[in-house]
């Protein structure tokens, strides 16, 4: 069983940067397509970013391009999430998750395998 955890939450001010990162026990996400996706209390989970297992598709939300950047490290075996420019509309859970397709997908149900989720607090 594909087990995730996410880490690099925490509380910044507007215009901060936090980076979040994906890790797995006893597997190697290389295998997977790997999403980030992000619930807001009294929001539905909207899907942030996505790499795809060549790293050929990515895929971001408009409200985060320019801004946030998704990345392998494939020597840790981890996937990483930089959030530059946070505004307090980034405040949520943000979730890791992973999948077998091949292509990236911004739908939560095309991912099998679901990290625990990080707190992001944006606010001054």
């Known amino acids: 069983q594909l087990q995730l955890v996410e880490s690099g939450g925490g509380l910044v001010q507007p215009g901060g940067s936090l980076r979040l990162s994906c890790a797995a026990s006893?597997?190697?996400?290389?295998?997977?397509?790997i999403g980030w996706f992000r619930q807001a209390p009294g929001k539905e989970r909207e899907g942030v970013s996505c790499?795809?297992?060549?790293?050929?598709?990515?895929y971001y939300t408009d409200s985060v391009k320019g801004r946030f950047t998704i990345s392998r490290d494939n020597a840790k075996s981890t996937v990483s999430l930089q959030m530059n420019s946070l505004k307090p509309e980034d405040t949520a859970v943000y979730y890791c998750?992973?999948?077998?397709?091949?292509?990236?997908?911004?739908?939560?149900?095309?991912?099998?395998?679901w990290g625990q989720g990080t707190q992001v607090t944006v606010s001054s």
């Open positions: 006893g597997f190697s996400l290389n295998q997977y397509v």
């Open positions: 790499i795809s297992k060549s790293d050929r598709s990515i």
């Open positions: 998750a992973a999948s077998t397709d091949f292509y990236c997908s911004s739908y939560g149900t095309r991912y099998t395998y």
